[in-house]
């Protein structure tokens, strides 16, 4: 039956005229039948090269026989036309050697194991007791021959495994472990050959151990890499063999064992045996003994010498000296992370191998490029060498049983192990195939269309290029990410950096170091971390991984008991969700950022116990931004509108809300997100849209209400509270026909009344005062727009006037807003002011300063009413706005900083006495939120005690022990302030 072209197409033939010239030539020379070797091919990586192959070998009369035999076999041929069509370089070795041919015919299995694998290639030189029968071409063939053929048969169970992803440990644990079984066979011709120089006894005397690196060392060696290893020598007997004759003897060892392996021959060498990891590389000695070894690695070796010693295992010669150089070298690798910067350092190196990639190979590079094998590499050795400090659980060799190892540790999440093993076997295979292809050592991704179809056909997963390229960009993509992630996690330095005895949190010294780095109570601590970090479970795990760091973060603050306290709250109350623990591992800086702020603020602190989810937050400064006032007043109308029937409902909402982007700025200022600033106009915007939400609840009380009006006043009107401040507002209303006469004014005092009720809240309280409207604490609770008139036109004081000067309509029907700001306008920028207005203000100042003040109060520390604090400040500002607003608009502000600056612009005060004001208005203002969000509770006066200043200056970005120089800094600056006062406002 002739075969068509669309057959020789499905089959994955490209050339198809050659294809079905070979193919028919192939059947001619060997009776065999095309159908069966058109099926047989259909799964090859390239049918064409392939049936070419075939074609080769049946023109050979070697091979001739072989061939038909095979041809009549359906699974063998299927196995050959694999090979062939996969692996050039294993067709040319079948081509030399056509008796491997009867391999094909074996159900494909692995070799054996590393003993057998090991006895059979010492066989394959005659060795006995160390030494090969002979030495030379024919020894060397012989290994050489032999290695290809187990070679050959791990190839033919590789290629035809129907999962090629999952038996990637097997194939790389075989290919290191035939090496290694080459390295012995060549040991054992380089004993036959040195002793031609030097006696058989001498050299049976020297013991030469052969330490594999790198990813033989790890039993993770590809088809074609070179073989990285470290001589270690020594004699067998001090008295019949020195010391210095047996190194000597030992390195003519060396060199003929990497001459067995690689050097030219009838059989091509396999790999390179690379010596290049040896103490001072290429200018050092190649065989050293132990304690030459250990005595470099002491005092020479870089950080790099010992992230390479990580895989380091016995590979060949002496398995006892190979054992001792293992365990004497392990405590200075599980050590090595302590050493200074030794994280960056390996960041840095890591960084360096991408930088000289060229050019044009970058992106093409599966090894070393970004997103390559590379970046998993030395994501996972780093993670072990720094966790590897004190757990040695993670004391692993092979890149998957690590990434497992510190999965189940809690040092990577499972969902981050998983991907990196996933994407490791699927760039290993990749490897694999194209070294296969044409046995050489190659990391480049073929740059042609051809070349990546034959790579996607050689995984048998895929089948066109577009296909396996698709799914090895989105990999790149997978690990970068994931690399960075979790290679530059601040963790891993901090981990690296701490003292050896941080580590142990449960030995006898745990309280002492407890105590000796800050914390006042040791025992409650310990408490704490036993309550952490107890059982088995993977929580536990991944918290004792961090309470090292974590505590000596906590330390660095000025209350890292009452952080701990709330940290162990926080874990419990979150100890269920993935994404916390996850976070605080893996982030950017989010468990530092946490620990800065839980042993900075009882503010904080206990507001983070009621909004526990916060703690996602500090993964970035994204969500510490305040959020913006039309945000908020969508949020609260959409309250008001899902609980339009349910009034309680509403408020705990409302309530939420507030507590919840209080808490965003107290977060956002002590990081130092969001400035002074921000912070007070922030608190404004989250107090308007907390009073809409309660005066939409209270609106609703009747059906018909008259218009309503809130005018925020002092700090609230000027957009700058503060953590403790009040809100001071003003109430106003106008009747409407529905709603008019007596019953409005009832409605009105009910709405007010509501309003109080619904803001209380234990937790943060939220103070509205309402004493700055006419006639004080013994005028109406609310007035009619009217009222407001005939009041402020008959009988307003200038106090009235003054408070008025901060007056700012935030809530309430538009046209209501703009006629009570209207007629605020007229009081409080009046046609200038008598001298007795000044005298009666100046007077009132006076009175405040010695009445307001309490019992007691040191006038120099009281951030509000002293002497240069916030009042000395606002009334300065408030006496130039009375006397001089009518004249120079710009001072129609109701921020006391803008009123100072256009001050200074209209000439009413000197630029150097101005800022001297405003320094001290800003630094009052930080210093009375600081002592809120400090102690959690609200206090005008600055602290005498040592620790309350600490931390209040750490709040302030003060370095640590700066409490004295925070006290000396407001002394001083409102100490100057208080001049200006003096000279300006009392024209002292």
């Not at 309680?648 to 997100?673: F, N, P, Q, S, Y």
Request: glycine share 6%.
């Amino acid at each position: 039956m002739a075969l068509s072209r669309t057959q020789l197409a499905k089959a994955g033939f490209t050339d198809l005229s050659e294809a079905l010239f070979q193919l028919e030539k192939v059947c001619e020379l060997t009776g065999g039948d095309a159908e069966l070797i058109l099926r047989s091919i259909h799964n090859s990586a390239d049918p064409d090269r392939a049936i070419s192959w075939l074609l080769r070998l049946s023109q050979s009369e070697t091979a001739l026989k072989a061939v038909k035999k095979l041809l009549g076999d359906e699974g063998a041929t299927t196995r050959l036309l694999s090979i062939l069509g996969g692996s050039k370089g294993l067709a040319e070795f079948i081509e030399r050697h056509p008796h491997t041919l009867t391999f094909f015919h074996d159900e494909p299995g692995l070799p054996g194991d590393q003993e057998k694998m090991r006895a059979t290639l010492l066989k394959s030189v005659g060795a006995a007791k160390g030494f090969a029968k002979s030495g030379g071409d024919a020894a060397r063939d012989a290994l050489r021959i032999h290695y290809r053929e187990l070679l050959l048969k791990i190839a033919i169970w590789d290629l035809g495994h129907e999962d090629p992803l999952h038996q990637i440990e097997w194939v790389t644990g075989s290919l290191s472990d035939i090496a290694g079984g080459a390295l012995e066979a060549g040991l054992a011709i380089a004993r036959t050959e040195v002793a031609e120089n030097f006696s058989t006894d001498e050299v049976a005397l020297v013991d030469l151990a052969i330490i594999g690196m790198g990813k033989c060392g790890a039993r993770e060696l590809n088809y074609l890499s070179d073989v990285d290893v470290i001589y270690v020598g020594a004699s067998l007997d001090e008295e019949k063999l020195p010391t210095d004759k047996a190194l000597t003897i030992a390195t003519r060892l060396a060199q003929h064992t990497a001459r067995a392996i690689f050097e030219v021959s009838k059989e091509p060498g396999l790999w390179e045996v690379d010596a290049n990891l040896r103490p001072e590389g290429k200018d050092g000695a190649l065989v050293r003994t132990l304690d030459s070894h250990l005595a470099y690695y002491d005092r020479w070796a870089k950080d790099w010498e010992f992230q390479a010693l990580l895989k380091a295992r016995p590979l060949a010669g002496s398995k006892e000296l190979g054992e001792q150089y293992v365990a004497s070298v392990a405590p200075k690798v599980w050590s090595s992370a302590s050493r200074s910067n030794f994280v960056e350092q390996v960041q840095r190196m890591r960084e360096r191998v991408t930088e000289n990639i060229p050019g044009d190979d970058v992106e093409y590079q599966i090894k070393l490029g970004p997103g390559g094998l590379r970046d998993i590499e030395f994501t996972v050795q780093l993670l072990q060498l720094v966790h590897g400090l004190v757990d040695d659980s993670v004391h692993t060799k092979g890149t998957l049983e690590s990434l497992t190892r510190l999965s189940e540790a809690g040092y990577v999440g499972r969902d981050e192990a998983q991907s990196f093993a996933d994407n490791y076997r699927f760039l290993r295979l990749l490897e694999h195939r194209m070294q296969l292809r044409d046995l050489s050592r190659t990391h480049l991704m073929p740059r042609d269309e051809a070349g990546q179809r034959v790579l996607a056909r050689a995984t048998g997963l895929w089948h066109t290029a577009e296909e396996v390229v698709s799914q090895w960009q989105q990999t790149k993509l997978d690990v970068r990410e994931l690399h960075e992630r979790l290679f530059y996690r601040p963790l891993l330095a901090a981990v690296a950096k701490l003292p050896e005895e941080t580590h142990q949190l449960t030995n006898d010294q745990a309280e002492a170091r407890l105590a000796a780095i800050g914390f006042r109570d040791p025992q409650g601590s310990l408490k704490h971390i036993a309550a952490l970090t107890n059982g088995v479970s993977r929580r536990a795990a991944i918290q004792r991984a961090l309470l090292p760091v974590m505590l000596q973060w906590l330390s660095e603050g000025a209350n890292p008991d009452h952080g701990l306290l709330t940290f162990r709250l926080l874990s419990e109350q979150l100890g269920e969700s993935h994404w916390f623990l996850r976070m605080l591992r893996d982030s950017a800086g989010a468990a530092k950022r946490l620990t800065q702020v839980l042993s900075g603020s009882r503010y904080v602190s206990d507001l983070m116990e009621l909004i526990p989810e916060s703690a996602a937050w500090f993964d970035g400064d994204e969500e510490l931004a305040p959020t913006p006032q039309e945000v908020l007043e969508a949020e609260v109308l959409a309250i008001l509108a899902r609980h339009h029937e349910d009034d309680d409902a509403a408020r705990k909402a409302v309530r939420a809300m507030r507590r919840r982007e209080v808490l965003r700025l107290a977060i956002g200022g002590i990081l130092g997100v969001v400035t002074i600033d921000q912070i007070s106009q922030g608190l404004s915007d989250v107090t308007t849209a907390a009073l809409n939400g309660y005066l939409g609840i209270a609106l609703r009380e009747a059906e018909h209400n008259p218009e309503f009006a809130v005018i925020a006043m002092g700090r609230y009107g000027g957009q700058e509270l503060g953590f403790d401040s009040d809100a001071d507002v003003i109430y106003v209303y106008r009747p409407t026909a529905e709603c008019s006469g007596e019953q409005a004014q009832k409605r009105a005092e009910r709405i007010v009344l509501r309003i109080k009720e619904l803001v209380e809240d234990p937790r943060l309280p939220f103070d509205i005062d309402t004493d700055l409207r006419p006639e004080g604490k013994n005028g109406a609770i609310a007035r009619s727009l009217d009222s407001y008139a005939a009041y402020y036109a008959r009988w307003s004081l200038m106090w009235e006037a003054q408070a008025l000067l901060r007056a700012r309509a935030v809530l309430g029907p538009e046209k209501l807003q703009q006629d009570m700001m209207t007629l605020i306008d007229s009081v409080r920028y009046p046609e200038g002011i008598s001298v007795e207005d000044v005298r009666e203000i100046r007077r009132i100042k006076a009175r405040v300063e010695a009445e307001r003040l309490p019992q007691g109060a040191d006038p120099a520390r009281h951030v509000k009413l002293g002497r240069g604090s916030l009042s000395d400040v606002e009334w300065t500002v408030q006496l130039m706005q009375l006397q001089y607003a009518h004249k120079y608009p710009s001072l129609h502000t109701t921020s006391s900083v803008k009123a100072l600056r256009a001050a200074v612009e209209a000439g009413l005060i000197a630029e150097v006495d101005a800022q001297k004001l405003i320094d001290a208005w800003i630094f009052a203002s930080r210093v009375r939120s600081g002592i809120t969000i400090w102690a959690d509770k609200a206090t005008d006066v600055l602290p005498q005690d040592t620790r309350d200043l600490e931390g209040i200056a750490r709040l302030l970005n003060y370095p640590p022990g700066s409490a004295s120089r925070l006290e000396e800094d407001y002394l001083s600056i409102t100490r100057r302030a208080r001049q200006v006062v003096e000279r300006v406002f009392f024209d002292f």
